[in-house]
């Protein structure tokens, strides 16, 4: 008798599934079952720690420069300074403190000398005493350099094929303000754009000041000011003479 129930417990299972209402009964089955697995996976998923997106991390970039060519004020210079539609073009060697250099601007060409706070300019044949020509001054020295990126807040990193990279940084008008002049103003926070360029040993080689913001604070006036900041023959420099 008992190896007989497996066989009518089967044949009434397919009797019942050849009815109608058998095989409604065996559709809603089937389809609860499968419900049921769904929300047990589901759930399952969910609470899974190992199933959820890693967080993302963020990689450092890290960058370094030098100074260390530009603190020998041995090297030849040739600055760029824009102001709206005007450009002044400073080139010469500069030799620890004293500098020969040339000033174009309006395609006039004037020489200078300079011994530290002293500027000679000549006129005709003779040489006299003359005002600094140089256009924002107090961003040319590498003290002021050097101070100006340490506050500024490091952007980008680019990398050549060459070797070379360019480290972009963005200031202030009000920390600009404080650095140069050391006062504090009330000054609505916008951004001074700074791009170095640094040669396969990271000494800084090229510096961009875009200083339109600073410069439009300061003087009330609403327009570009960039300065250019190019070195080379970094050690080459005889020493100079006074004209």
Not at 151 to 180: C, D, H, M, P, R
Not at 195 to 208: G, Q, T
Request: aromatic share 14%.
């Amino acid at each position: 008798m008992k190896t007989k129930e497996p066989k009518k417990s089967k044949n009434v299972l397919k009797e019942l599934y050849q009815t109608e209402n058998g095989k409604t009964l065996f559709f809603f089955c089937f389809y609860a079952i499968f419900f049921l697995i769904v929300i047990i996976l589901v759930r399952t998923s969910h609470n899974n720690p190992q199933k959820q997106q890693p967080k993302e991390i963020k990689k450092e970039v890290t960058y370094s420069y030098k100074l260390d060519l530009l603190e020998a004020e041995n090297y030849h210079y040739k600055y760029l300074a824009t102001i709206g539609e005007n450009v002044f073009l400073y080139e010469g060697d500069r030799y620890q403190a004293k500098e020969l250099f040339t000033v174009t601007s309006y395609n006039i060409i004037n020489n200078y000398y300079r011994d530290g706070d002293l500027f000679i300019k000549q006129e005709n044949a003779l040489w006299e005493i003359a005002d600094n020509p140089y256009l924002l001054n107090q961003f040319y020295e590498v003290e002021a350099i050097k101070e100006i990126l340490k506050v500024a807040q490091f952007v980008a990193k680019k990398e050549y094929k060459n070797g070379t990279v360019e480290l972009e940084f963005e200031i202030s008008s009000a920390n600009l303000t404080k650095l140069i002049s050391d006062q504090e103003k009330e000054i609505p926070e916008d951004i001074n754009k700074i791009v170095i360029r640094l040669d396969k040993n990271k000494n800084i080689e090229y510096i961009e000041y875009d200083l339109t913001n600073y410069y439009s604070k300061e003087t009330q006036i609403q327009t570009k000011a960039i300065l250019e900041l190019s070195y080379s023959n970094f050690g080459k420099v005889k020493e100079i003479e006074k004209p």
